[in-house]
């Protein structure tokens, strides 16, 4: 299936590794050009190294998103080398794991920053250029956490969640332009960052992490844990040309883990 996307500019964040880089090449793999932005250098250097290898042109942008003060300057350096951004991808990092209760103010502050204030900035400065274009995807990949909260990791549950309402408002208020916002929701995908939870989890309850590890798959529909790849794939479709009727939607890659209906 061609995804209609050949020249188009995407902005990947967080794409130094994990489900970023997998995005990231994924899009460049459909013919978009991918300014990949993160805080280091050398996992944006791997991805950048990805993208040109198939063929696609790459621009890295070494930034913290809790660096606000930046957001326009990434975008214009981004549309300098590679042109108005088409396709958007907010993906951040997550916070330290922690109970919802008891946290103090500066916490609560520093995460709505990098998580959700910057997904917010960033999308208000592309947004204009997108829709005088009446073209653009904005997807902004968020938790399972934010559907059903995950113990111990309340800060990511009540933060993320906000940006389900967030992007179905946007959704609402671009899609007569034909820009369409949605958001995308990963499961236990083996990245880094799930390792890390399973090691913090097998510390607080005693077990190995392996042990951890086959429990929760255990829990999903299709016993195992997701790879990067196969969110990545979900995520360029949403993207893409073939997507234009997809707006204000959660779509879950979770191998079955979220047990709600809705």
């Known amino acids: 299936m061609d995804l209609g996307i ?3 500019t995407a902005l990947v964040l967080g794409a130094s590794g994990g489900l970023g880089s997998a995005i990231a090449t994924r899009l460049a793999r459909e013919g978009a050009n991918v300014a990949v932005a993160g805080r280091s250098e050398d996992g944006l250097a791997a991805t950048a190294a990805l993208v040109e290898g198939v063929g696609a042109k790459a621009f890295p942008v070494v930034w913290d998103l809790a660096d606000l003060d930046r957001v326009d300057a990434t975008v214009t350096a ?6 108005s951004v088409d396709i958007l991808v907010n993906n951040t990092g ?3 794991p922690t109970p919802v209760a008891g946290q103090d103010a500066a916490a609560w502050r520093s995460g709505f920053e990098q ?4 997904v917010i900035s960033l999308t208000d400065r592309v947004l204009p250029a997108m829709r005088e274009r009446h073209w653009g995807r904005v ?3 968020t938790s399972s956490g934010a559907l059903t909260p995950i113990p111990n990791l309340g800060l990511s549950n009540t933060l993320r969640a906000s940006l389900h309402s967030w992007s179905k408002t946007l959704a609402d208020e671009v899609g007569r332009d034909r820009v369409t916002s949605n958001v995308i929701v990963p499961g236990r995908i083996a990245t880094d960052r799930t390792r890390f939870l ?6 607080r309850e005693n077990r190995s992490v392996a042990d951890v590890a086959r429990d929760s798959a255990a829990t999903m529909a299709l016993g195992r844990y997701g790879n990067p790849d196969e969110y990545a794939d979900v995520a360029a479709f949403l993207c893409s040309e073939r997507a234009s009727y ?3 939607s959660v779509i879950r890659v979770d191998g079955g883990l979220i047990r709600s209906v809705i």
């Open 6 to 8: 050949t020249g188009r």
């Open 78 to 83: 981004v549309e300098q080398a590679l042109g």
């Open 94 to 96: 997550g916070p330290a």
């Open 115 to 118: 998580m959700i204030l910057s």
């Open 139 to 141: 997807l902004t990949s």
């Open 198 to 203: 399973d090691e913090k989890r097998a510390g």
């Open 246 to 248: 997809i707006t204000g």
